[in-house]
């Protein structure tokens, strides 16, 4: 399975989001995608408390380490790819996560205007 072109939402390089913890659908430090990621895991946070709360209180707990998916944990600072439609969920709550619009894979814009994800970029 092979990632989409690694464009970001301004139709440059995509940017690295974190290599600690190592992100991404393919645990390779990007929000690259393919068909098979339904979830859309492609926007580049950077995550909050408030977000974190409000992502466990909406039924995705991003803050348990989940070993058996090669998940840490997250804690407030950490960088992460996480699907555009939680995100966007966040958005509309109230709770976004900051995002790094260099390091957002194009794909997002399927599911998020790109005039939303700048009112909260923060690189």
Same mark, same amino acid.
């Given at each position: 399975?092979? =990632? ?5 939402? @301004? &139709? ?11 992100? &991404?659908? !393919?645990?390779?430090?990007?929000? +690259?995608?393919?068909? $098979? /990621?339904? &979830? ?5 946070v950077?995550?909050?408390?408030? !977000?974190? %709360?409000?992502?466990? #209180?909406?039924?995705? +707990?991003l $803050?348990?380490?989940? =070993?058996?998916? *090669? !998940? =840490?944990? @997250?804690r407030? &600072? /950490? ?6 439609s939680?995100?966007?969920?966040a958005? /509309? *709550?109230?709770?976004? #996560?900051p995002?790094?619009l260099? #390091? ?14 700048r009112?909260? %970029?923060? #690189?």
């Open positions: 399975m092979n =990632p989409l072109p690694s464009r970001n939402v @301004l &139709g440059g390089p995509l940017r690295p989001c974190s290599e600690a913890p190592l992100t &991404g659908y !393919f645990r390779n430090g990007r929000c +690259d995608t393919c068909a $098979s /990621d339904t &979830g859309c895991h492609t926007v580049c950077e995550v909050t408390a408030e !977000f974190l %709360a409000a992502s466990r #209180a909406a039924g995705n +707990d $803050s348990t380490p989940r =070993p058996e998916y *090669q !998940f =840490p944990g @997250l407030p &600072g /950490d960088r992460w790819c996480v699907c555009a939680r995100w966007l969920e958005a /509309d *709550q109230g709770t976004p #996560a995002l790094i260099s #390091a957002t894979h194009e794909r997002t814009l399927e599911i998020i205007p790109l005039e939303r994800l009112e909260h %970029a923060t #690189a």
